[in-house]
């Protein structure tokens, strides 16, 4: 390092100097408070609640500013898990309805001290939009992780419940500093064995650790689990040994852990068991599970993540499958729907299953793993993606019916609110595979709480806690991250085209992929469609007339190809390749356009990079450099897989201002 960077180095990175610059702490790198300062103020808390010592703890280690008083007021019940900081001459009063709101508002006194808040008039309240704050982890019970690019799982399961690793409580912390506050242990793909006694152990000792945090544990459950594990004739809901033997297993975990949250099921999905292997509904299914659950406060977040090869476009299926079922769902069941009606697309429209149930209580699925975003390769900061769908409106009670206002409870009144991601957290140093990736756990905790917030914000957040807050480094890196979404969507999947990766790992273009015999909902072409006339999927009225999922007046907006939004063009249309888009560019020309742009974006991105090598540690500097080059790499690898692949259709020049594909 040259003598100027060694001094800029010191100068910017001084508070990151205490701690590790692997990535492993996250965005939670406040520094050790003086003793001095430490002793001018005064933390003070009168209640021993674990929650609430966590949170005097956090404020004892960090806090340089004035005194704070901590209160449980158990009448503000209003509150929820929230809080309220107040402040005056006489120091900061924070105050909350249970103990995790305490430890909730000390995180947010540290991230405003942070962000060098006067802390002087201080009138905050805040109050989560949803109830379960949850994180589902795809981690098999070998420690392999599906969609996982973050290294092995977490948790390791051979070596529970006796060891304990330290980075059970560092996740826990983590989540709780964001309000995350619950998670699936295991894959929705769903071992029996989870459930038998000898993982209940292990569960337990995880949720021992965790619950100081405020966060409780679910499991995935798999429906055949009766069978599988104790040899009943099958699983048939309808049948009382059946519903005996759950009640039994339920009444066993409650036994040892108390506040268990209840089960997550994929069924009859993708070939996973379920009810209807056994003539009964998923209503049938997801209401045995729920019986069993009640006497313990327990829920079901039920998915509608189903699909079968038909003659029926995929992206309908849940909606013909769940619309008919509303209102025979217990009170602690919630449907849990993915973002999107295929399956976590760089773009999809919302799926139209949210607000069609108007007596179901409903819940969002995201994916904060990056399975079709470039695994922890890309840099894509999902925070705009997660608000596309939250803000998008369903019109299910007219105008102003966004997704989070449906699954928030302020529409359709729900018992229960709740809220889920994929997680993309595993054993790497710095947890997530891509330093980046970290900021959409992050993002996805920060809207699970405030669904207002805007990607800027939190990506302003993250960036001064997780780097630095020099405006020189945190401007332009705010714009990289807000930009690249859209730049992955433009190398990959521009204008509404979905779905022709490479078969099975999602990771690489295969818009020509075929399989002999394979299913055709698993083959690219059966999303593309192209021709020499064009390309795209035909949702319309005269096609698979999915659009009429779609409240007016968005199904004829979706409907017709003057008006369908043209990031969406192809998801709902076949448009002949010479179609005129809004800015003149034929519809051939705007693909190339776009794909060439998601290229020019990502060397954006690394220039970027490069010029803000002094405020960044070495090893971070170098690794995301790294990662950067991948990324420019498959942008140029998507780029010229697909044109070359759409022109064979086209049969049109690829323009030549635009940087073409080179042949080795
Ligand atoms: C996708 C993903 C699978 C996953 C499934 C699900 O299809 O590729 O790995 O199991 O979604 O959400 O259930």
Same mark, same amino acid.
């Given at each position: 390092?040259?003598?100027?960077?060694?001094?800029?180095?010191?100068?910017?990175?001084?508070?990151?100097?205490?701690?590790?610059?692997?990535?492993?702490?996250?965005?939670?790198?406040?520094?050790?408070?003086?003793?001095?300062?430490?002793?001018?103020?005064?933390?003070?808390?009168?209640?021993?609640?674990?929650?609430?010592?966590?949170?005097?703890?956090?404020?004892?280690?960090?806090?340089?500013?004035?005194?704070?008083?901590?209160?449980?007021?158990?009448?503000?019940?209003?509150?929820?898990?929230?809080?309220?900081?107040?402040?005056?001459?006489?120091?900061?009063?924070?105050?909350?309805?249970?103990?995790?709101?305490?430890?909730?508002?000390?995180?947010?006194?540290?991230?405003?001290?942070?962000?060098?808040?006067?802390?002087?008039?201080?009138?905050?309240?805040?109050?989560?939009?949803?109830?379960?704050?949850?994180?589902?982890?795809?981690?098999?019970?070998?420690?392999?992780?599906?969609?996982?690019?973050?290294?092995?799982?977490?948790?390791?399961?051979?070596?529970?419940?006796?060891?304990?690793?330290?980075?059970?409580?560092?996740?826990?912390?983590?989540?709780?500093?964001?309000?995350?506050?619950?998670?699936?242990?295991?894959?929705?793909?769903?071992?029996?064995?989870?459930?038998?006694?000898?993982?209940?152990?292990?569960?337990?000792? *995880? #949720? &021992?650790?965790?619950?100081? %945090? @405020?966060?409780? =544990?679910?499991?995935? $459950?798999?429906?055949?689990? !009766?069978?599988?594990?104790?040899?009943?004739?099958?699983?048939?809901?309808?049948?009382?040994?059946?519903?005996?033997?759950?009640?039994?297993?339920?009444?066993?975990?409650?036994?040892?852990?108390?506040?268990?949250?209840?089960?997550?099921?994929?069924?009859?999905?993708?070939?996973?068991?379920?009810?209807?292997?056994?003539?009964?509904?998923?209503?049938?299914?997801?209401?045995? *599970? #729920? &019986?069993?659950?009640?006497? %313990? @406060?327990?829920? =079901?977040?039920?998915? $509608?993540?189903?699909?079968? !090869?038909?003659?029926?476009?995929?992206?309908?299926?849940?909606?013909?499958?769940?619309?008919?079922?509303?209102?025979?769902?217990?009170?602690?069941?919630?449907?849990?729907?993915?973002?999107?009606?295929?399956?976590?697309?760089?773009?999809?429209?919302?799926?139209?299953?949210?607000?069609?149930?108007?007596?179901?209580?409903?819940?969002?699925?995201?994916?904060?793993?990056?399975?079709?975003?470039?695994?922890?390769?890309?840099?894509?900061?999902?925070?705009?993606?997660?608000?596309?769908?939250?803000?998008?409106?369903?019109?299910?009670?007219?105008?102003?019916?966004?997704?989070?206002?449906?699954?928030?409870?302020?529409?359709?009144?729900?018992?229960?609110?709740?809220?889920?991601?994929?997680?993309?957290?595993?054993?790497?140093?710095?947890?997530?595979?891509?330093?980046?990736?970290?900021?959409?756990?992050?993002?996805?905790?920060?809207?699970?709480?405030?669904?207002?917030?805007?990607?800027?914000?939190?990506?302003?957040?993250?960036?001064?806690?997780?780097?630095?807050?020099?405006?020189?480094?945190?401007?332009?890196?705010?714009?990289?991250?807000?930009?690249?979404?859209?730049?992955?969507?433009?190398?990959?999947?521009?204008?509404?085209?979905?779905?022709?990766?490479?078969?099975?790992?999602?990771?690489?273009?295969?818009?020509?992929?075929?399989?002999?015999?394979?299913?055709?909902?698993?083959?690219?072409?059966?999303?593309?469609?192209?021709?020499?006339?064009?390309?795209?999927?035909?949702?319309?009225?005269?096609?698979?007339?999915?659009?009429?999922?779609?409240?007016?007046?968005?199904?004829?907006?979706?409907?017709?190809?003057?008006?369908?939004?043209?990031?969406?063009?192809?998801?709902?249309?076949?448009?002949?390749?010479?179609?005129?888009?809004?800015?003149?560019?034929?519809?051939?020309?705007?693909?190339?356009?776009?794909?060439?742009?998601?290229?020019?974006?990502?060397?954006?991105?690394?220039?970027?990079?490069?010029?803000?090598?002094?405020?960044?540690?070495?090893?971070?500097?170098?690794?995301?450099?790294?990662?950067?080059?991948?990324?420019?790499?498959?942008?140029?690898?998507?780029?010229?897989?697909?044109?070359?692949?759409?022109?064979?259709?086209?049969?049109?020049?690829?323009?030549?201002?635009?940087?073409?594909?080179?042949?080795?």
């Amino acid at each position: 390092m040259s003598l100027k960077k060694r001094f800029l180095y010191l100068f910017f990175m001084l508070p990151s100097l205490v701690s590790a610059e692997d990535g492993s702490q996250l965005w939670l790198r406040y520094v050790p408070v003086e003793e001095h300062i430490a002793k001018q103020r005064q933390i003070s808390l009168a209640n021993n609640h674990e929650s609430a010592l966590l949170a005097k703890q956090e404020l004892n280690r960090y806090w340089r500013g004035t005194s704070i008083s901590m209160h449980l007021d158990k009448k503000a019940k209003a509150l929820k898990e929230g809080y309220q900081i107040k402040s005056d001459v006489s120091g900061i009063r924070l105050t909350a309805a249970e103990p995790i709101g305490l430890l909730y508002g000390a995180f947010h006194l540290l991230r405003l001290q942070g962000a060098k808040v006067n802390m002087q008039n201080l009138n905050i309240e805040e109050i989560p939009d949803y109830d379960i704050r949850i994180l589902n982890h795809w981690d098999n019970l070998d420690r392999t992780v599906e969609r996982g690019y973050a290294g092995y799982s977490l948790w390791r399961w051979d070596e529970l419940p006796n060891t304990l690793s330290p980075r059970y409580e560092q996740y826990a912390r983590a989540n709780a500093s964001i309000g995350i506050n619950a998670t699936v242990l295991n894959n929705v793909n769903a071992s029996p064995q989870i459930l038998t006694s000898n993982y209940i152990q292990k569960v337990k000792a *995880l #949720a &021992d650790i965790f619950r100081k %945090y @405020g966060i409780k =544990v679910y499991l995935s $459950a798999n429906f055949s689990s !009766p069978k599988v594990l104790d040899g009943l004739s099958d699983s048939d809901p309808s049948r009382k040994e059946v519903q005996d033997w759950w009640k039994t297993k339920v009444k066993e975990i409650y036994q040892h852990i108390p506040d268990f949250g209840g089960f997550l099921v994929k069924a009859n999905s993708e070939g996973q068991p379920g009810p209807q292997d056994h003539g009964r509904t998923h209503a049938d299914g997801a209401n045995m *599970l #729920a &019986d069993a659950l009640k006497p %313990y @406060g327990g829920i =079901v977040m039920w998915r $509608a993540f189903v699909y079968n !090869p038909s003659e029926q476009d995929r992206a309908k299926q849940a909606y013909q499958e769940f619309v008919p079922l509303d209102g025979q769902f217990r009170d602690n069941v919630i449907i849990q729907i993915k973002n999107g009606p295929i399956d976590f697309q760089p773009r999809e429209p919302f799926t139209p299953l949210f607000g069609a149930m108007k007596h179901t209580a409903q819940m969002i699925e995201f994916q904060i793993t990056q399975e079709y975003l470039g695994f922890s390769n890309h840099l894509a900061y999902l925070a705009p993606l997660f608000k596309e769908t939250l803000d998008s409106d369903t019109y299910a009670r007219g105008k102003g019916s966004t997704v989070a206002c449906i699954t928030d409870g302020s529409i359709f009144s729900a018992k229960r609110t709740a809220i889920s991601a994929v997680a993309n957290i595993g054993e790497d140093t710095n947890w997530t595979g891509h330093h980046f990736a970290q900021a959409n756990w992050y993002a996805f905790g920060r809207l699970a709480w405030n669904h207002q917030l805007s990607s800027e914000e939190i990506a302003d957040e993250w960036i001064s806690q997780t780097f630095t807050d020099n405006r020189d480094f945190a401007k332009p890196i705010r714009q990289m991250m807000m930009d690249s979404r859209e730049a992955v969507v433009d190398y990959m999947m521009p204008l509404g085209l979905h779905h022709i990766f490479a078969f099975g790992h999602h990771y690489g273009p295969e818009p020509w992929g075929d399989v002999e015999g394979g299913r055709p909902d698993w083959m690219p072409w059966y999303y593309h469609n192209a021709d020499t006339v064009g390309v795209g999927f035909d949702r319309t009225t005269t096609g698979s007339n999915a659009v009429s999922q779609y409240n007016e007046p968005l199904r004829s907006t979706f409907n017709s190809i003057e008006t369908c939004p043209e990031n969406l063009l192809l998801w709902f249309h076949h448009v002949p390749w010479t179609h005129r888009m809004k800015n003149g560019h034929s519809l051939w020309e705007e693909l190339c356009f776009h794909y060439d742009r998601g290229v020019q974006e990502v060397r954006q991105f690394q220039k970027t990079w490069d010029k803000l090598e002094q405020y960044v540690d070495e090893q971070r500097f170098s690794e995301i450099q790294s990662k950067l080059k991948v990324q420019a790499k498959d942008a140029v690898w998507w780029k010229d897989a697909c044109l070359l692949y759409f022109q064979t259709f086209s049969k049109t020049p690829i323009p030549y201002e635009l940087e073409r594909p080179i042949h080795e």
